[in-house]
């Protein structure tokens, strides 16, 4: 058992490990949180006004950068492309500036300081790939599914760099494939550990309130 306050880190254990079997624990199917059905047009795009504002504010090229990724993600999500590595991987060369594709990681991660280490096996990628897969199972819940992928892409930690960016990259994906857009992004920017199952379900009644309050204000 850990010492209480102990990170996963701290303990010494892969924290992606960790997820894994956080994510087989959570019940995914029956997180629907009554979010409605149809598509999802706010009067104001959320992502592209955190860019405008809190990004644009600390780092104008930044925000230039993520607006980038942000139109390949909504041209994605219009033709219905499954959310694929190759397809992370494009959008965060825009994320990132690079002409260059950006590699799967290639060692042990670290993120929150350190104080979170996301392993690597020979699995890992194969292992990615699948969780990617499953963010197009109907059988789970819209918020649940882009929610859930939001934490798979921040604790499988596939890139060097850009990863918080690129998780809410993935969600917002999720979301606009089946005609769903948030009018803030804000909110989700806290930080997630890998061993809190009661914070994946969170997650999700927080993205799930996020749609509803977006309908409401979008006249829905």
Do not use: I
């Not at 979170?116 to 918020?143: K, M, N």
């Not at 769903?180 to 061993?195: C, I, N």
């Not at 994946?200 to 309908?215: F, H, P």
């Amino acid at each position: 058992m850990r010492a209480a306050g102990a990170t996963v880190a701290e303990d010494g254990a892969d924290a992606l490990a960790v997820w894994c079997g956080v994510r087989r624990q959570v019940d995914w199917e029956r997180l629907d949180s009554g979010v409605v059905a149809g598509p999802v047009t706010p009067a104001v795009d959320g992502f592209t006004a955190w860019c405008g504002g809190p990004v644009s504010r600390r780092d104008p090229a930044r925000a230039q950068r993520l607006l980038s990724a942000y139109a390949a993600v909504r041209a994605d999500a219009a033709c219905g492309s499954p959310l694929t590595f190759g397809v992370l991987s494009r959008w965060q060369q825009s994320v990132l500036g690079t002409s260059e594709a950006v590699p799967f990681r290639t060692g042990d991660a670290y993120a929150k300081g350190g104080r979170e280490r996301y392993g690597l096996t020979h699995s890992t990628e194969a292992d990615f790939a699948r969780c990617l897969h499953d963010c197009a199972d109907r059988a789970v819940p819209l918020v649940a599914r882009a929610a859930r992928v939001y934490l798979d892409v921040a604790f499988f930690h596939p890139f060097d760099d850009g990863n918080a960016r690129s998780a809410l990259l993935a969600l917002v994906f999720v979301l606009a494939r089946e005609g769903v857009a948030l009018d803030e992004v804000g909110p989700l920017r806290t930080t997630r550990h890998a061993d809190d199952p009661a914070g994946a379900e969170d997650l999700v009644r927080l993205v799930a309130l996020l749609v509803r309050a977006s309908a409401r204000r979008s006249g829905r």
